[in-house]
């Protein structure tokens, strides 16, 4: 819903040029404009097809962007990958959905919503059969680039898809359904991994479980229309009526879905009548600005890095075994979920601005703590040339796969030819009794830093996007915004364990942490409060500052 819909503000009472503060928040619960018609009819057998199709492609993108962390241990031991091997598998999703989304912008008008949706269906099959199947790195490598094809079709056309077919009345629980089902998938992707992970090539029936998903969507799909707004903009105004009369069944009268046809149709001109040489406009480009900030801040925060490779991060915390790493990693993904849920029900009451920069402070908190963690753990030690670099050292030495910890001299020592004098137990070190206090500092602060960004940048990035833009330039903005959501994607995660090479663990959160507080004190300066206020209020504040 537009913020156009909104009630006007108590701020709009005061005289004439006042200048909208950032800082003011004001609560005007969203309403939504329907005639009686509307307002008593009852949901279609449609919309519940609709509710399975938007979980089903929101569980498909988070399972193959979350099944990854605890598959790639797996994959290390199956084809004895370089950390620069396992970023480009780890990346290749990011890469293939930058692509997948960019094109899935520019045929979704072509060729509609729906045939899209089955396209991503078939190519997520696809990708889960070739992962499944994958005989050499290579093919593994191109079957991840193919489902982050789908991944990228998939986050960019199933909101769309959604949010021109629900009901009025629904449409803003459908979306919040979408991204909680989104965390949803990326849990069950850890359930997935605990349940596969001592399993003969579990691996492969990690990535070969999401070709069922993806199948029951291609099943379902031909049942659900083609999006009305679709079929308006090319002309088929009588099957955009029957469209319309699937989704709201019989309890509305004809004379409603004639008003919803006129509103949809004059909706998409005003869409048509935006250039990208409107963001030339200091009222867009700031807005613009924004949104590309906030779309960095969460990837640059760190937090895909720590999905991602989650498991990997709990083995370099002393949970050597990818069966225990896993299991704990899973502990991410669920308070991911929960927290999300959480800043759901709570943002309106709060407010965008109060939340994020206050959220964002206990996110960097969670990272320098995490850095002086792995420092107390580690030390500064970086990735050495041969196992005697690391000498004494033995929290960083069981890091490399090639050493390990001598029993007989203490020191750090290269496994090869010596496996019969490697110590062997949970963490690969000697207990020290500090040990279990610094795991469960650890794991304190990761779930604290998940928490704060699940609460903030995880959800509001995509919600104050939505309410910055008037209707003639949102489309090409949130284009904008979300592919360097997707660029800043791909840079964490195909540097992050080159990163912990180079300037260790610590340094690498430090280094998300430093990223975190530059941004953080630009949406100090710029991010407004857009909670209850009208698009023409917002406006006024980017003209102004």
């Not at 659900?224 to 955009?240: F, M, N, Q, T």
């Not at 469209?243 to 509305?252: H, L, P, Q, T």
């Not at 048509?272 to 200091?282: A, T, V």
């Not at 720590?306 to 915390?317: G, H, P, R």
Request: proline residues 3%; aromatic residues 10%; charged residues 15%.
């Amino acid at each position: 819903m537009s913020l156009r819909d909104t009630k006007k503000a108590p701020t709009e009472k005061t005289k004439e040029g006042a200048v909208l503060d950032p800082h003011e928040e004001i609560f005007d619960p969203h309403e939504e404009i329907s005639d009686e018609s509307e307002m008593t009819g009852k949901a279609s057998p449609f919309v519940y097809l609709l509710v399975i199709c938007v979980c089903v492609g929101g569980f498909l993108f988070g399972y193959d962007t979350g099944v990854i962390s605890g598959a790639l241990t797996l994959l290390h031991d199956e084809f004895n990958m370089t950390s620069v091997e396992k970023e480009l598998v780890v990346g290749g999703t990011t890469f293939g959905a930058i692509f997948g989304g960019f094109f899935a912008g520019i045929l979704s008008d072509r060729f509609g919503r729906k045939l899209l949706v089955i396209v991503s269906s078939v190519i997520f099959i696809a990708g889960a059969l070739i992962l499944a199947l994958a005989p050499n790195y290579g093919v593994l490598l191109f079957g991840r680039v193919v489902v982050g094809l789908a991944v990228g079709i998939a986050s960019m056309i199933v909101p769309v898809y959604v949010s021109e077919l629900s009901p009025k009345n629904i449409r803003g629980r459908l979306t919040t359904l979408n991204t909680l089902v989104i965390t949803f998938g990326q849990v069950m992707a850890y359930v997935m991994n605990i349940a596969f992970a001592s399993v003969p090539n579990g691996w492969r029936y990690m990535f070969g479980v999401a070709g069922i998903p993806a199948l029951f969507q291609f099943v379902i799909m031909p049942f659900l229309p083609e999006s009305p707004r679709r079929l308006i903009a090319i002309g088929k105004l009588d099957e955009a009526k029957l469209a319309i009369r699937k989704i709201y069944g019989d309890s509305v009268t004809d004379r409603f879905i004639d008003r919803e046809v006129k509103l949809i149709d004059d909706d998409i001109h005003v869409c048509r009548s935006g250039s990208f040489k409107d963001f030339l406009h200091k009222d867009n480009f700031m807005p613009l600005m924004i949104a590309c900030i906030l779309q960095a801040a969460q990837q640059l925060s760190g937090f895909n890095a720590a999905m991602y490779y989650a498991a990997t991060i709990l083995q370099m915390a002393g949970f050597r075994s990818n069966e225990g790493a896993t299991s704990v990693a899973i502990i991410v993904a669920a308070t991911n979920m929960v927290f999300t849920a959480v800043a759901i029900t709570v943002i309106d009451k709060v407010g965008r601005r109060k939340m994020l920069l206050f959220t964002m402070i206990g996110m960097i908190a969670g990272l320098i703590a995490l850095g002086a963690t792995f420092a107390a753990q580690q030390g500064f030690v970086t990735l050495q040339p041969t196992c005697g670099g690391y000498s004494d050292n033995c929290a960083r030495c069981v890091l490399d796969n090639a050493c390990g910890w001598s029993i007989s001299q203490n020191i750090c020592i290269s496994q090869e030819g010596q496996l019969a004098d490697i110590f062997q137990s949970a963490t690969g070190c000697p207990a020290q009794s500090r040990d279990t206090a610094i795991t469960g500092v650890l794991l304190t602060f990761l779930i604290v830093y998940v928490a704060c960004y699940a609460l903030g940048l995880g959800y509001i990035p995509w919600l104050a996007q939505a309410e910055m833009f008037p209707m003639s330039i949102r489309g090409k903005a949130n284009g904008i915004a979300t592919a360097v959501n997707w660029i800043c994607n791909l840079a964490i995660s195909t540097s992050f364990l080159s990163l912990t090479e180079a300037v260790t663990a610590a340094g690498t959160f430090w280094f998300y942490a430093g990223l975190s507080i530059v941004l953080w004190l630009m949406l100090i300066r710029l991010m407004p409060e857009t909670a209850g206020k009208s698009l023409e209020e917002i406006h006024e504040y980017f003209l102004k500052i």
